[in-house]
């Protein structure tokens, strides 16, 4: 009906010209820009470690950081524009205004001083981590939801998304840098609970378009080298965006291998489960996506690269069993369409994330990290519950607080160790930096 | 005809054989490496300002910054190439000769000493953004030149763009960072005006293939992506070479809420001027382009967030309603094709975006910035006329120069701020720093 | 027969199992994080050098640098895709497994101490490399081989890969940065080798796709575009992991001047070769990756820029000629068959590169470099034989090992020349640094 589809672009202009003429105003009357991401001026009334913070993210690394959440935006809109051309258009739009939502809801937790939200770097990271999981969740649902609905679950998932990242991270104390449970966790299941009501209300018209042809394997091609060059540094990008932190490598390393052992599940699975002589790329992807999924919460813990190539041989294989006897069984007994098999893709990974991520917390005291003195001790995350953070801007400032101590220590440390490398320096002072001798004595 | 076609080839292979073998001799015989590009051994002919500078480059963030350079040439091309696989090849063809060209041609302005040309990392990224330039102009004539006439283009291009630079940058002293003046206007207005001019010479063959199926679609979303990813960091690439300096993280978000207000303002637009459900890829990425394009002047200026809101939102639709309205009559009664729209996706955002710089930069004295003291004075780029500046290398110096004193100050400042993190280093003098104690003195 | 291609499928999935179970066995016996990688914790018994090194890595750079290394990766699978989805896979999977089982081979050669493998960011970017190489013989034998083999190739080149480079970069003391030797010109003639040797045990089949339709041209699209974009700063990646060392800069312009003279010598060539009006745009991806082959080892040391244009459009016109008329030769005289012309795109540039760099080093002693005092001696490379270098861990070591003198005293020379920049810091200490006071001295 041609009436019907005139209404029903104009119902979309519409809601797109309020929602964005009501951004707009509460930007003008919230959000300021915060003095610490224009200089070091910083306002005595935000709290130090809340500043200390910010001074990170003005490192030459934010832009990075920055750089690659956004990459993970990009992979996710590539990944869901497997399916068909529109459902690209939605994803970005999805996009384009989850972030401004985040960014004010997200402020309104975190970032709220004198009535105004003093948005930065690190405002910006978390409102693209609150968007990457909608994002996750739109896979569910995809080509059975309009844009005008797409918007509304926007709407309400950025808002459930930062109450449950406060709630985790904040109150629980939860140390989760790669967001295996609020992003890759929460993505899927608030997806498929969507994926459940839309079920009984409209019924099952089959209307997706899956896996369009060349097109497809084009995006899956370009996905996956996406993902085993960026992903990598992702997942570290919001762990360290200190240089001498110790642990940053460990992250990139247990991602990377993580990402190479979930190709090699494809391969043992896919000849098996499906009658095909090599996997199609789709699966490839499926495989690495799983992967960086369960390497969110622990990428930064495990001290062994075993332990990663386990992970991501197991992230691999389930991503592939999910596929084959989950989804089936989701779809008809459960009555929950799941698109995109974020499931298996984010759901199931994300889960083994995280308990592999608690078990290495609770084996961190232990002797895994004993041998490394009070190094070690820094290194264990805030793993367990029972550590209230109250001002805590986003997932970084629980790990943050906790470790600026040892990570203080360290910067300081190497310098006294590295004289062939530092000499001229230390040759302009008349101390000798290996004594540490006080400011004043010479 | 096929003899005509052998002609026309052999006219290409010859032209570029020409072209190459003069540049191979021109830098054979005037361009060396820059000393400072090398090591800091400076020659002391070069003037201070300028080797300050080169310094700025040496930075670890000079490869960013050319990478991100390189990066618009990728969007472009990519932008060019849904045109159909030939405009793809002259596209790359014009960036490979303008690079050298423009080398050369911005060498003799700006970089001339002692008859040769010193080439750093400077001189390279002012090369990337001519070639931009002209690559936009290549837009609107796409699918109506040939190789050989493009080379030739680009001949006349560079040498324009160059002087218009010139004129504006150094003698006019504006300020135009991101280059939505020299770049995006430029480039959009020089290309309308070759187009004009061909329209006469050799009559209209509507051999434009517009949008090519398929790969279109692929183009245009992995070419939205780029810019989602990319460019917010591209923006500011230009803006701030320096990590301490105040205003870099302002340009990032500025251009990133542009780019998704933008986006929306496609979803607003688009299902009432066309009909159509969901805008096409195409149409996101025009829009996406434009609020880069209009991002390129103030985006270091907006000190509020939602000024970039505003001014996204206004560049998406001025962009589409420029394509529904204003393409069709520049076609008809001025008798200008323009392939690509670039009069609508860089040309006009890129006369909003100066005119907001100008108007930003005007404020700027007043009650905005005057909140923040003389930091705030600082970032009040060269905005006015009447400001030459002799010896300027690139859209840099002008602004480099007239901030150095404020940047080199907010360089120094945090050392004394931060002795956390910068302890070990501070007790190996015994002054304490936050005193700035002058060398000698104890 | 559909008997056999089930035993093929389970011979396929059996293998990865069997390969991936042994690489985590392996790596869980003898591969460990290095104590460098996580801390400046380093064990006294690995020495200095390869300290240095390691430290050298931890720098905010490394990531940037295995992100390249990547990037080379990707690129090359991207080159691989372009004869259909299949060889993608299989591209994939020798990547997935060749980096494992890289880590541990060159582990055993250049990190084994006390019984383990001390895996770093170092050992990354060589596994990368190797990989890489081993990417390259992939293209010579796409389309004739079923994954299985490939995986057993992977095994054998990746052994032959790292017994080459020790000798080569250890034992012989060769400066090989960019890989010109090692991994283009060892990658394109092992797998020619290969290649023979599969023509005689299974007779021409012709079952080549080459060049599928406009997957093709995107593909090749989006390899040139990253090739310009990454490549010139990937080069010089692993040259100088110091932004302080003096010659990074070069590598980058060298490079990129190189890619734009070899994408006009296809426009030279390809109307003269081809009858085309304009190459195709995988001739241009060609010989962009032949450019870069050639400036894998001289990339650092051209000091003029008309030598890296010369070096480029020699590149490109050896790979379009070897294109023309040596494939068919070899084809039909030598029985070698080269699915990607991996002879003229890697081969013969790499043979170019090497030839290049060797003749730049011998002259490098001479008055090229003369004019630039002892900083010029640091800057040959070590380009003769006979500098054995036992604890080499990878290509950087022998180069590291004997520049660091000079890269320490250029790393803290400024000092002293940037007062303004450094204020701060030099007025802690009551000594000026031009000076170089000794430490106690004041």
């Not at 999981?133 to 569910?140: D, E, K, T, V």
């Not at 459940?196 to 995006?219: A, C, N, T, Y």
């Not at 199609?280 to 990663?308: H, K």
């Amino acid at each position: 009906m041609p009436e019907r589809a005139v209404t029903s672009r104009l119902q979309l202009s519409g809601l797109c010209f309020l929602l964005q003429i009501l951004t707009i105003v509460l930007f003008a009357v919230f959000v300021r820009y915060s003095p610490e991401s224009s200089a070091e001026l910083c306002s005595q009334q935000l709290n130090c470690s809340q500043r200390k913070l910010d001074l990170g993210f003005q490192h030459p690394r934010f832009r990075d950081g920055h750089l690659r959440a956004l990459l993970g935006f990009g992979l996710l809109v590539a990944f869901l524009g497997r399916y068909g051309p529109g459902s690209m258009a939605t994803s970005i739009l999805t996009m384009a205004f989850g972030v401004q939502w985040a960014i004010l809801i997200q402020g309104f937790l975190y970032f709220f001083l004198n009535g105004k939200i003093h948005v930065g770097a690190q405002s910006m990271v978390s409102a693209d981590f609150c968007t990457a999981a909608i994002l996750i969740s739109a896979g569910a649902i995809l080509g059975r939801v309009n844009p005008v609905q797409m918007l509304l679950l926007t709407l309400l998932g950025v808002t459930l998304f930062s109450l449950n990242e406060y709630i985790l991270l904040s109150l629980m104390g939860v140390s989760d840098s790669g967001g295996s449970l609020t992003v890759h966790t929460f993505g899927a299941y608030f997806g498929l609970m969507v994926s459940r009501i839309l079920h009984q209300s409209q019924m099952d018209e089959r209307k997706e378009q899956q896996d369009v042809g060349p097109l497809s394997d084009v995006f899956a091609v370009v996905g996956t080298i996406y993902l085993w060059i960026f992903w990598p540094s992702f997942s570290s990008a919001t762990t360290a965006h200190d240089n001498t932190e110790p642990w940053a490598p460990w992250a990139v390393l247990n991602t990377y291998f993580s990402l190479a052992a979930s190709t090699l599940a494809t391969f043992v699975l896919s000849p098996v489960l499906y009658e095909e002589s090599t996997p199609r790329m789709v699966q490839i992807q499926d495989a690495a996506l799983a992967s960086t999924a369960v390497m969110g919460m622990p990428g930064e813990m495990l001290v062994t690269p075993f332990g990663a190539l386990v992970a991501g041989f197991l992230a691999g294989l389930i991503s592939l069993l999910g596929f084959r006897f989950l989804t089936p069984v989701l779809r008809s007994r459960l009555k929950i369409q799941d698109t995109c098999g974020v499931h298996n893709v984010h759901g199931l990974p994300g889960i083994l994330g995280a308990l592999l991520g608690t078990l290495l917390a609770a084996l961190a005291t232990a002797d895994a990290y004993s041998g490394r003195g009070e190094e070690a001790g820094a290194r264990v995350p805030a793993g367990g519950p029972g550590q209230p953070d109250g001002h805590r801007p986003g997932a970084l400032a629980a790990r943050r607080a906790a470790h600026h101590p040892a990570a203080s220590r360290t910067r300081g440390w190497p310098r006294g160790s590295r004289p062939e490398a530092e000499g001229a320096e230390v040759s302009s002072g008349h101390a000798v930096p290996g004594k540490q001798s006080p400011p004043g004595g010479g």
